[in-house]
């Protein structure tokens, strides 16, 4: 059917030429339509009988199929057509290629081809797109055969998206051939194949490129800058992201909010929330992410005071806002206030992650709350939080360290998932609360299951022997590590067979070890023999060990109160109050002793 007069004339007939104002009739001049004037003109269309007519509906199946809630209207008018121009079908593979269904535009592209259309530039562009949505690379590459031998390899804007297709599909080989043969090439194709680099984490791919794109003369964006500034994070280029920052303010490049936010968070992973902070406070415009990255910024550096004040003036906050501040507290050692901050979290109704309630147990753990170490963990169990492994270690650790060994077994029973630092936190905290058996039993339990022991498993067998006097086995255990495993022992191993052999009266043993350790002794094993000689009574052990004692660590007041104290129980008053009157000459403070208690769930 032969239109009658153009799209902007439809609507001067007597029936309807007051229907639409001026600047919806401009809409239709501009070939754009919002929804509400898309179904003036279907409407309008149906009334003239022009709805069947493919060029007078075009703009209506656009403005349907580019909206989600309308896509299916365009599915209705569209399938009214047997025989569909070019022109619709790239309005629905275009629609589709955005929509949650872009295989369907995949699909759609098959029938449009079976009926003769081999497609314009336009159609390989958008179902390269949707290729790109569903990593469909085999789907892909067909389509850039099929570009190809229409000569479409000249159409940068076609060449564009097969770079970002190969890119998306993780086929950097193919992007990469691609990019090398583009004859022309503009931002768009430096930044698919710069994008694709960083989605695979080829981050030395990513700076190289960006030196190349600078060699060729052509001026970065935002978009490459973000990439590129990742990049250097990852690879702990330091010199060259300050450069970045160098060329963003000579090329005078706009900071956005994606920039600002990846600046932000390049200062506060190297503790310079200065330079972060002078970052956030010029970007015209911030998000949740700008603010979450600052305060995560300054709980890094230990400036909890700018990253408390932030938080309270944030406009709003998600789970990351609490969160990060929750763990700013924790690693600070301030676990009152990250049990008083969770507290507010649940009365403002926000509900805690995996990594939240992680930091909190840590906290219980460290207090000995138990009871609220056990409120969150009925948390986790009624509103079906993710218990990962790193949730089960927790609440293995809170609970060992709270003394409640049975519902730290309990839990460890119930993990579907274990690693070695599941099996440590149980083995050391038997041990620790005294059930050698039990985690000398764990122990074996995960070598039967092929569990690699670690470092840390060592520390717990060797506390376990250490506590239940089995000197013998404690000894074999050590051996292994080396022998049968390949761990070197740590200076913590070390002490831990030290205090092995010196609970059980072996001190000379005790000592003649540390003689012939490999490795220079710290003060931990020399402080665990002196203790253990101040226990049976050997002075002449006990002032080896001190003076030991006193070279590596003079002002540490423990060392002479251990001497002193020695001294006394040997009735030598003498040398006790000469121990104590060199601790005041030297002007070693002895810090005042503290301790709490939770009473109705204040610490």
Same mark, same amino acid.
């Given at each position: ?322 969160? &990060?501040? #929750?763990?700013? =507290? ?7 206030? $990250? @049990?008083?901050? %969770?507290? *507010? +979290? ?47 270690? &927790?609440? #293995?650790?809170? =609970? ?7 519902? $730290? @077994?309990?839990? %460890?029973? *119930? +993990? ?188």
């Amino acid at each position: 059917m032969k239109l009658a007069r153009p799209f902007s004339r439809l609507f001067g007939s007597s029936s309807s030429s007051s229907s639409l104002t001026a600047p919806k009739r401009q809409e239709v001049a501009k070939n754009t339509l919002c929804i509400n004037s898309a179904k003036e003109l279907h409407a309008h269309l149906m009334r003239i009988l022009l709805h069947s007519d493919p060029y007078s509906i075009s703009l209506v199946i656009k403005s349907y199929v580019l909206s989600r809630f309308h896509l299916h209207k365009a599915h209705i008018i569209f399938s009214q057509f047997e025989r569909p121009t070019l022109l619709l079908w790239n309005h629905m593979i275009h629609g589709l290629s955005l929509s949650d269904r872009p295989d369907e535009a995949i699909n759609l592209f098959h029938k449009m081809y079976f009926q003769g259309f081999a497609g314009n530039n336009l159609t390989f562009i958008f179902v390269f797109k949707a290729c790109a949505r569903v990593s469909d690379v085999l789907h892909g590459q067909k389509f850039r055969v099929r570009a190809l031998k229409l000569g479409f390899e000249s159409y940068l804007f076609v060449v564009n998206a097969m770079i970002h297709m190969y890119a998306c599909c993780g086929d950097m080989g193919s992007a990469r051939k691609v990019f090398d043969e583009m004859a022309e090439r503009d931002l768009v194709s430096w930044n698919s194949l710069i994008c694709g680099y960083s989605q695979c984490n080829r981050h030395k791919e990513v700076l190289d490129l960006f030196c190349a794109m600078n060699e060729a003369d052509v001026k970065a964006d935002s978009v490459t800058l973000v990439k590129v500034i990742l990049a250097c994070n990852y690879m702990s280029d330091v010199d060259l992201a300050d450069s970045v920052v160098s060329y963003i303010e000579e090329n005078c490049i706009a900071i956005d909010v994606y920039l600002g936010n990846t600046l932000i968070d390049m200062y506060g992973r190297r503790g310079l929330v200065n330079l972060a902070w002078k970052v956030f406070d010029r970007m015209g415009k911030k998000n949740l992410v700008s603010w979450n990255a600052m305060i995560i910024g300054y709980a890094k550096a230990g400036n909890l005071v700018e990253a408390r004040k932030l938080f309270d003036h944030m406009p709003q906050r998600d789970v990351i806002s609490w969160t &990060s501040m #929750i763990t700013g =507290y924790s690693q600070a050692n301030q676990f009152s206030g $990250a @049990l008083t901050l %969770f507290q *507010e +979290m649940m009365v403002a109704n926000v509900v805690p992650d995996e990594i939240t309630v992680t930091s909190v147990l840590s906290a219980c753990a460290h207090l000995g709350s138990l009871d609220v170490g056990v409120a969150v963990h009925d948390y986790i169990r009624k509103h079906d939080i993710r218990a990962d492994v790193y949730v089960g270690n &927790s609440l #293995i650790d809170m =609970y060992c360290k709270c003394g409640v060994v049975e519902k $730290a @077994l309990e839990v %460890f029973d *119930e +993990m579907k998932e274990k690693d070695s630092v599941s099996w440590t936190s149980v083995i050391s905290g038997l041990a620790v609360n005294g059930f050698a058996d039990s985690a000398l039993e764990h122990f074996s339990q995960m070598l039967r299951e092929g569990v690699r022991p670690t470092h840390g498993s060592f520390v717990g067998v060797l506390l376990a022997c250490s506590y239940a006097g089995l000197v013998d086995e404690g000894l074999e255990y050590f051996e292994s590590m080396e022998n049968v495993y390949g761990l070197t022992p740590e200076m913590k191993h070390y002490g831990c067979v030290v205090d092995l052999l010196s609970r059980s009266g072996y001190l000379d043993r005790a000592y003649l070890f540390i003689k012939e350790m490999p490795i220079d002794p710290d003060t931990v094993p020399w402080r665990i023999l002196l203790s253990a000689c101040k226990l049976h009574g050997n002075l002449t052990l006990a002032e080896i060990a001190a003076n030991k004692l006193l070279e590596l660590d003079p002002s540490n007041s423990g060392n002479y109160v251990l001497l002193s104290d020695a001294y006394a129980g040997s009735n030598r008053w003498d040398d006790a109050k000469e121990m104590r009157e060199l601790m005041q000459e030297s002007n070693v403070q002895k810090p005042s002793g503290w301790s709490f208690i939770e009473v109705n769930g204040t610490t």
